[in-house]
């Protein structure tokens, strides 16, 4: 399993964008960033997902999956 970060706007609906880690610490931390950056987010949540890893986050910051490997 995988995960994803997912965000509440308070609209009682979860809202992600696409980006799945390999670990959950990752997909937490990435949440946060998005919350400091949507509008409006009153809480995040990370949840497991069977699809591939597209993203790592590194040094505080998201990279794409193919930018990751090339280190």
Not at 36 to 51: F, G, K, L, Q, Y
């Amino acid at each position: 399993m995988n995960f994803r970060p997912m965000v509440n706007v308070g609209r009682g609906e979860w809202c992600g964008n696409g980006l799945v880690f390999a670990t959950k610490i990752e997909a937490a931390a990435c949440a946060i960033n998005l919350m400091h950056r949507w509008i409006s987010v009153v809480e995040t949540r990370v949840d497991e997902i069977d699809a591939p890893v597209n993203n790592v986050w590194k040094d505080g910051r998201l990279e794409p999956i193919e930018k990751a490997s090339a280190d």
